[in-house]
């Protein structure tokens, strides 16, 4: 009887623990219990998801690089990927694969494996550059007696995007001074494109100036002054957007109703291009993952504990009807981020412009805030017939390596060299950029070198 009753018991545990675990996995928001091994830095914020990477498959290559692709296709596309699917897809390229399998990303970024990790994501060897480039200083002299595991040191190679480490663009900007005679960033201009925004809801919201008297919240409903005054003074109520527009949501059978906390999605219907990038990066990923929005607890930089438990959307740094952009490029950020770089902003020469900026002293655009370098303003192309600057909401496309920043950001103020001396010193990059740049990457002179004896050889024929 005292077996019998020892076995019901651990039967019954069993059958409890069995169940729990099937809930956690299939309905559970925390599945980390079940994971092989720590996640990386850029994706352990949607670890509890799995779906979200391991699709049909844990193990089939092509289903995981499907998976990898939804998020990052984007951004390993032609002319920014230096090394394409498609270079391998090549046979003539044909040999190098038997070397290193460049048609997977996992080849090289294999999550759940902490132990030979590193910063970049890269579980690859250091030096596996050597696998197709043992030939580099026969073909590059400047490159005699270098380790391959030198290639992705701060400012030489990065795998994927070389757009200001190639050699005829060093060459081009290589004689630059620190600070160039223009240093001003791209400037807005959504609000005076938007009458060309096809994806503009035009119909319902034309553009326009609105008045208190032409608020269309619901009959009946009282709206607080601070609102009402909140919202007449900015961008949206200039430009014909009212209360509907933000807060009438589709309910069952795709009927529009009120919605006192509209989300992301309200944002989407005019901000699409912003909101995307935004659930791209680091502040939205969970979003996309049909996770609950991100908090700095979450976040495993050093972040200020009174933010800990604020849930990362649209409105955290935009404000709730107030919407103040000045406010969402440098508070919105330092609310939560508590980080050396982060705390020695304020005592910046970055930080003194735009202070001269928002007084008045210096024109739009002389400013450095937080915004200005990790989501900065670029130009893209937004249809067939419309090309727009657009701010960057994704802040991992400058974030790492740092030479991402250098021409979307750093090339609208400094010149080329010192831009890269830059982002290799950690010291100044800690001190939040206040000082000049202690250490001098060889980039520069390697390619005057090369090019030197390039045009020797051709006579006069650039590379």
Same mark, same amino acid.
């Given at each position: 009887?005292?077996?019998?009753?020892?076995?019901?018991?651990?039967?019954?545990?069993?059958?409890?623990?069995?169940?729990?675990?099937?809930?956690?996995?299939?309905?559970?928001?925390?599945?980390?219990?079940?994971?092989?091994?720590?996640?990386?830095?850029?994706?352990?914020?949607?670890?509890?998801?799995?779906?979200?990477?391991?699709?049909?498959?844990?193990?089939?290559?092509?289903?995981?690089?499907?998976?990898?692709?939804?998020?990052?296709?984007?951004?390993?596309?032609?002319?920014?990927?230096?090394?394409?699917?498609?270079?391998?897809?090549?046979?003539?390229?044909?040999?190098?694969?038997?070397?290193?399998?460049?048609?997977?990303?996992?080849?090289?970024?294999?999550?759940?494996?902490?132990?030979?990790?590193?910063?970049?994501?890269?579980?690859?060897?250091?030096?596996?550059?050597?696998?197709?480039?043992?030939?580099?200083?026969?073909?590059?002299?400047?490159?005699?007696?270098?380790?391959?595991?030198?290639?992705?040191?701060?400012?030489?190679?990065?795998?994927?995007?070389?757009?200001?480490?190639?050699?005829?663009?060093?060459?081009?900007?290589?004689?630059?001074?620190?600070?160039?005679?223009?240093?001003?960033?791209?400037?807005?201009?959504?609000?005076?494109?938007?009458?060309?925004?096809?994806?503009?809801?035009?119909?319902?919201?034309?553009?326009?100036?609105?008045?208190?008297?032409?608020?269309?919240?619901?009959?009946?409903?009282?709206?607080?002054?601070?609102?009402?005054?909140?919202?007449?003074?900015?961008?949206?109520?200039?430009?014909?957007?009212?209360?509907?527009? #933000?807060?009438?949501?589709?309910?069952?059978?795709?009927?529009?109703?009120?919605?006192?906390?509209?989300?992301?999605?309200?944002?989407?219907?005019?901000?699409?291009?912003?909101?995307?990038?935004?659930?791209?990066?680091?502040?939205?990923?969970?979003?996309?993952?049909?996770?609950?929005?991100?908090?700095?607890?979450?976040?495993?930089?050093?972040?200020?504990?009174?933010?800990?438990?604020?849930?990362?959307?649209?409105?955290? #740094?935009?404000?709730?009807?107030?919407?103040?952009?000045?406010?969402?490029?440098?508070?919105?950020?330092?609310? #939560?981020?508590?980080?050396?770089?982060?705390?020695?902003?304020?005592?910046?020469?970055?930080?003194?412009?735009?202070?001269?900026?928002?007084?008045?002293?210096?024109?739009?655009?002389?400013?450095?805030?937080?915004?200005?370098?990790?989501?900065?303003?670029?130009?893209?192309?937004?249809?067939?017939?419309?090309?727009?600057?657009?701010?960057?909401?994704?802040?991992?496309?400058?974030?790492?390596?740092?030479?991402?920043?250098?021409?979307?950001?750093?090339?609208?103020?400094?010149?080329?060299?010192?831009?890269?001396?830059?982002?290799?010193?950690?010291?100044?990059?800690?001190?939040?950029?206040?000082?000049?740049?202690?250490?001098?990457?060889?980039?520069?002179?390697?390619?005057?070198?090369?090019?030197?004896?390039?045009?020797?050889?051709?006579?006069?024929?650039?590379?």
């Amino acid at each position: 009887m005292k077996h019998s009753k020892l076995w019901l018991l651990w039967l019954t545990i069993i059958v409890i623990s069995g169940a729990y675990l099937t809930y956690l996995l299939i309905d559970g928001e925390d599945k980390t219990m079940f994971m092989p091994g720590a996640m990386t830095g850029g994706h352990h914020q949607i670890g509890v998801a799995c779906e979200a990477c391991h699709t049909d498959s844990f193990t089939d290559k092509e289903d995981m690089q499907k998976a990898c692709e939804s998020c990052h296709g984007e951004q390993r596309k032609k002319p920014f990927d230096s090394h394409p699917r498609a270079k391998f897809t090549d046979p003539r390229n044909a040999d190098r694969l038997e070397n290193i399998d460049a048609l997977h990303c996992i080849t090289c970024h294999v999550e759940h494996k902490p132990e030979i990790t590193q910063k970049t994501g890269l579980t690859q060897p250091v030096d596996f550059c050597v696998h197709c480039h043992q030939d580099i200083a026969e073909e590059r002299p400047s490159h005699a007696g270098m380790g391959f595991e030198t290639c992705a040191s701060a400012g030489c190679h990065n795998f994927h995007n070389n757009r200001a480490l190639y050699t005829d663009f060093l060459v081009k900007h290589m004689h630059e001074a620190d600070m160039l005679d223009k240093q001003k960033m791209p400037a807005r201009e959504f609000a005076s494109v938007l009458e060309d925004i096809a994806t503009y809801p035009h119909d319902r919201y034309p553009v326009g100036k609105l008045e208190v008297k032409d608020m269309d919240a619901p009959e009946g409903m009282q709206v607080a002054d601070d609102i009402v005054h909140d919202w007449v003074t900015t961008a949206h109520a200039g430009s014909g957007v009212n209360c509907t527009a #933000c807060h009438m949501v589709s309910g069952e059978d795709d009927k529009k109703v009120w919605d006192d906390h509209p989300d992301h999605r309200a944002c989407q219907t005019c901000h699409d291009i912003e909101v995307n990038q935004f659930m791209q990066g680091k502040h939205g990923m969970r979003l996309k993952s049909g996770l609950s929005p991100m908090t700095p607890a979450q976040a495993r930089l050093p972040m200020k504990a009174d933010s800990h438990d604020t849930e990362l959307t649209c409105n955290t #740094c935009h404000q709730t009807h107030a919407y103040k952009l000045e406010t969402a490029a440098v508070e919105a950020c330092l609310g #939560c981020h508590d980080d050396k770089h982060s705390i020695a902003y304020k005592n910046s020469s970055h930080y003194e412009l735009w202070q001269k900026e928002s007084k008045g002293e210096l024109p739009e655009g002389s400013g450095v805030s937080c915004a200005t370098c990790h989501m900065p303003r670029t130009s893209i192309d937004v249809s067939d017939w419309l090309r727009r600057v657009v701010v960057q909401h994704n802040q991992n496309a400058t974030l790492v390596p740092n030479e991402k920043m250098i021409r979307p950001v750093c090339l609208n103020c400094h010149g080329l060299g010192f831009s890269i001396d830059a982002l290799a010193d950690e010291d100044l990059v800690q001190r939040n950029f206040k000082g000049k740049p202690s250490k001098h990457i060889n980039s520069i002179d390697m390619a005057e070198q090369d090019n030197k004896r390039h045009l020797e050889e051709t006579g006069g024929e650039t590379f």
